[in-house]
């Protein structure tokens, strides 16, 4: 997903807009979460990007992606882009402990 969405609309109250903004947002990260995986690959993993008015897009963390809608909408912007690209993530083992170390705990 790759797209700038209007913040002021005519019609529609702020408060509703960045709702809508929101819900837009979640509804595409269900829609790629539920999409069969390769083989070898253990979960969907987001690379995220997202500017405010005509700032160049800027690299965030997943978890920040409303935060970043709320300083947005708080700073009185009149677009925002955000960018959101699945990618196969494939989770690490844990590191096994040594015996000396289950002991301890």
Known sequence: MKKTFKLN????????QIE?????????????????????????NFNCKFA??????KTIEFVDITKNIDEASNEKCETLYMEILSVAGIREPKPELNKDEQEDN
């Open 20 to 44: 809508s903004i929101k819900h837009e947002i979640r509804k595409y990260i269900k829609r790629e979460k539920n999409k069969p995986r390769p083989e070898g690959v253990d979960f969907w």
């Open 52 to 57: 405010k008015n005509d700032e160049e897009p």
């Open 9 to 16: 609309v005519e019609n529609k109250h702020p408060d509703r």
